[in-house]
């Protein structure tokens, strides 16, 4: 089902979460909504589900506007960030739930209900489960019960808020795989709400970066990661080195540190910033026009990566770097050392007035 | 270290360590003072009260509990708690409700108000009911113009009970709904759950057993309760003394067997409530306290 949210804007107190916010969601896709803690995405996630009214705006489902519906009759599937599991009911019957309360007309027979609930423990692949109570599965496992009871009355939406928030690095992984797998097996519009960039750019088809209750980009994540629309979405997206000053002359003085670029030309006399990512920098142990020379503080070795920190000789900045382990033998960055960095790839963002 | 598994049984980790542990004789001095005040202050009491009542005989003690105003002190007890318990659970739960779920103004304002009658002298709390329905009190005129009788009557005492047990229920579920805090039910209504199946299905059994143990409190001092209930009875035997009025009476008429005997049933009560408040405490701990799955207590090695 597609969905579009209109001009939605939502205060809590005085805190602003959703600002005009207006966004569409295209049928079948599984999107992202990503941003830092407060940045509303939680919010508009609730409010497509009905948990939380607008103050102003509409929610549209299929084009009809869903604004006046209730909650439960909207027909959405929510998994909860701490999955919300009914604590005294077993798995099975957690899963059972939204089939048993439906009124007498509607509800499927004992037996469609077990072979329903036992074909979607399948589907989560933790059949095994179905006796046990919540209190006694793994955070992955309770995850995937909650998406399973959320899947038994045949969403036309899911709404999955910060699904792996919960859970260790190595289950978050796995999880995030066969969430995509599941995903394209059934083909359900998906949202998710993630303030981790690195899961957004893995699993989303579409990812609507938001930032302090408004949209900042919305893209594919080709897009979003290589063509970043804002200093914010580019700073989100990954380390970022920064240089921001006034462009004269076609170079960026950036608190005594000297920047040309070519594309500078173009910013004559604004005050801009250049964003370079950590491994972006061409390293040199010669000084020449364009460089910047910084002194090595630390290095670490990550496997195929290896990433140092450096202070800018000019003006004491910090700087990240990060280059193939396999190339230390070339440049060999010690501790101690001066670098001479080149921004190969940048983004140049002039400054909101 | 033959020592091992005989010595260490009944001894906690911080006991095993020779790094925590305090010296023997803390703790022999420590349970000592418990135990030497549990005996002498509940125990002996609570032992004295069934010798008494005992003393003369059994007969004496059946005769004691057959008399008519004996049988009626039940009754009316029975029915102030009767009333009071049902109207405690149904405030209880709509007060805990209120407070944990829903935001609003003036909700710390109710939350002390809740605990008044707790604050409150139950002498107060049933002057306060004949001051407002007593003969000479605001309604009191138009009461004796419809014929109704509030003080000095069962409804009186009915009401001082209700008073004085109010939040026990509601004290029982705040923080044990405040804990449980309000996903489960949104997840009900995503799943089209209406409001009265969310609290059927998910709401009600989540608090079940916390709110059988303050329907247990609350009953207990429904039919226990002396202070208010005295103001309000007008001491009528045979029409408006309650359990703990009729001992009174009793013991100031010098029955002493009789008075214990009667004192023995609310005896027996109370140890029944204690007995039932411990299987729902117990209950209610196991379910809060959420088995993890990763979490195994280290397992105790000894070696011989």
């Known amino acids: 089902m597609s969905i579009r949210v209109e001009t939605i804007t939502k205060t809590f107190g005085q805190f602003r979460a959703l600002d005009n916010v207006t966004v569409d969601f295209p ?5 992202a909504l990503l941003g830092p803690s407060g940045c509303g995405k939680t919010t508009l996630l609730r409010t497509i589900a009905g948990l939380e009214s607008p103050d102003s705006g509409r929610v549209m489902f299929k084009g009809e506007d869903a604004s006046t519906k209730h909650a439960r009759e909207r027909n959405v599937g929510f998994v909860f960030q701490h999955y919300a599991l009914f604590r005294h009911m077993s798995v099975f019957e957690n899963v059972a739930f939204g089939l048993r309360i439906r009124p007498r007309r509607t509800r499927p027979g004992e037996a469609e209900i077990r072979k329903k609930v036992g074909d979607l423990l399948d589907l989560v692949q933790l059949g095994w489960l179905a006796d046990r109570a919540p209190s006694q599965l793994s955070g992955g496992q309770r995850q995937r019960i909650a998406l399973a009871r959320a899947l038994a009355v045949e969403p036309q939406v899911l709404l999955l808020d910060e699904p792996f928030g919960a859970l260790d690095a190595k289950v978050r992984k796995e999880l995030r795989a066969w969430l995509r797998q599941l995903h394209d097996k059934l083909p359900i519009s998906t949202i998710f709400v993630t303030h981790d960039q690195e899961e957004a750019l893995d699993l989303a088809d579409r990812i609507i970066v938001m930032n302090k209750g408004h949209v900042e980009q919305v893209g594919s994540p080709e897009d979003v990661h290589r063509d970043p ?24 003085q950036a608190e005594g540190i000297a920047l040309s670029v070519p594309e500078l030309a173009n910013y004559e006399g604004k005050c801009v910033r250049v964003c370079v990512r950590p491994h972006h920098f061409g390293i040199h142990c010669v000084e020449a026009a364009g460089r910047i020379a910084a002194r090595v503080e630390r290095v670490v070795e990550f496997g195929a990566v290896t990433r140092a920190e450096l202070s800018a000789v000019a003006n004491g900045k910090r700087l990240e770097l990060e280059f193939p382990t396999a190339l230390e033998g070339k440049v060999k960055p010690s501790a101690g050392t001066v670098l001479y960095l080149e921004p190969g790839q940048y983004k140049i963002f002039a400054n909101q007035p | 270290m033959r020592e091992t598994a005989n010595a260490q049984r009944g001894r906690t980790r911080h006991e095993r360590n020779d790094a925590t542990r305090d010296a023997p004789v803390v703790k022999w001095i420590v349970l000592g003072l418990g135990l030497a005040f549990f005996l002498v202050f509940l125990l002996l009491p609570l032992l004295a009260v069934f010798v008494e009542a005992f003393r003369r005989g059994f007969s004496v003690y059946i005769a004691a509990l057959a008399e008519p105003d004996a049988q009626s002190a039940i009754r009316l007890t029975l029915t102030a708690a009767a009333f009071a318990v049902p109207l405690n659970v149904v405030f209880g739960i709509a007060a805990a409700w ?11 304002v109710l939350v002390t108000l809740i605990d008044l009658p707790f604050s409150v002298s139950p002498v107060v709390a049933g002057l306060i009911y004949v001051l407002v329905f007593g003969a000479q009190g605001w309604f009191g005129g138009w009461l004796k113009d419809h014929d109704i009788k509030i003080i000095f009557a069962v409804p009186g005492i009915v009401l001082a009970t209700v008073f004085v047990t109010f939040p026990f229920v509601a ?3 705040i923080p044990l709904m405040q804990a449980q805090g309000r996903d489960e039910e949104e997840a009900a209504l995503v799943l089209g759950a209406s409001g009265l199946q969310t609290f059927l299905r998910v709401t009600l059994p989540n608090i079940f057993w916390g709110l059988l143990y303050g329907v247990i409190l609350c009953n207990a001092r429904a039919m226990g309760e002396f202070g208010a209930v005295s103001v309000v009875s007008g001491h009528i035997r045979g029409q408006t003394n309650t359990m703990p009025l009729h001992i009174e009476i009793l013991y100031n008429e010098y029955q002493f067997a009789a008075a214990f005997a009667v004192a023995s049933l609310l005896a027996l009560l109370a140890l029944v409530t204690l007995l039932i408040k411990t299987v729902a405490e117990r209950r209610q701990d196991a379910r809060d306290r959420e088995p993890q799955f990763n979490h195994v207590e280290p397992a105790v090695t000894s070696s011989s």
């Open chain 1, 229 to 252: 629309a804002t200093s914010f979405v580019y700073d989100f997206l990954g380390s970022s080195n920064e240089f921001a000053g006034l462009v004269n002359n076609a170079a960026l």
């Open chain 1, 27 to 31: 049928e079948g896709e599984l999107v």
């Open chain 2, 98 to 108: 209120l407070i944990s779920k829903f935001e609003f103004t003036g909700k710390t």
């Open chain 2, 171 to 173: 004290r029982e579920l």
